[in-house]
């Protein structure tokens, strides 16, 4: 459990499906994913059962974002595709509950999981995409330290025009001078 001010990230478990369906097929949520199918319960069972499994095999790690104090499931974040020979893996958040958007939750969420992966597991890269419309998220991932990379033109054909992906990444040593001044 790795724990801030704001939230908890924790292990997801079965029961964590009941909570993660009620917005996972919200389009206002989902607009943001790649995910363009609705979800089942099963569907999100699965997955956390697929999380533990890769998780047990240090394949991916994700976890559980839940609040302080309420103790409620409002999103989930983690690190995929880990590559353990040259230190690197892509970073992924949703905050589902459209409540906690921009309260911060996010942020706390992705400094957290940026501790964990710098200083716990000793990842030497970070990295994420995101899509060009997604101001909310870019200005989160701006202020917690990535840098834009680059940018995969028109890949995602949303709301009847082509959007970007931006891609964005932190180094270990720009996260130590972010976060280890002395």
């Given at each position: 459990m790795l724990v801030g001010k704001k939230c908890i990230l924790r292990a997801l478990e079965p029961k964590d499906a009941d909570e993660l369906i009620k917005y996972v097929n919200d389009w206002e949520v989902r607009q943001y994913l790649q995910v363009f199918i609705p979800l089942t319960k099963t569907d999100e069972i699965n997955f956390i059962e697929n999380v533990r499994t890769q998780m047990i095999a240090l394949k991916e790690f994700v976890f559980g974002i839940e609040v302080i104090p309420e103790k409620k499931l409002v999103g989930t974040t983690g690190l995929h595709k880990v590559d353990w020979k040259n230190k690197n893996a892509e970073f992924g958040i949703a905050i589902w509950n459209k409540n906690y958007w921009g309260k911060g939750i996010g942020t706390e969420a992705?400094?957290?999981?940026?501790?964990?992966?710098?200083?716990e597991l000793g990842f030497h890269r970070i990295y994420l995409r995101v899509f060009d419309f997604n101001?909310?998220?870019i200005k989160c991932y701006e202020k917690v330290g990535f840098k834009q990379e680059g940018i995969l033109r028109e890949t995602l054909w949303r709301d009847g025009k082509w959007h970007n992906t931006i891609i964005m990444g932190i180094l270990e040593h720009e996260y130590r001078e972010l976060y280890m001044k002395k």
């Open positions: 992705t400094q957290l999981l940026l501790k964990y992966a710098f200083e101001l909310r998220a």
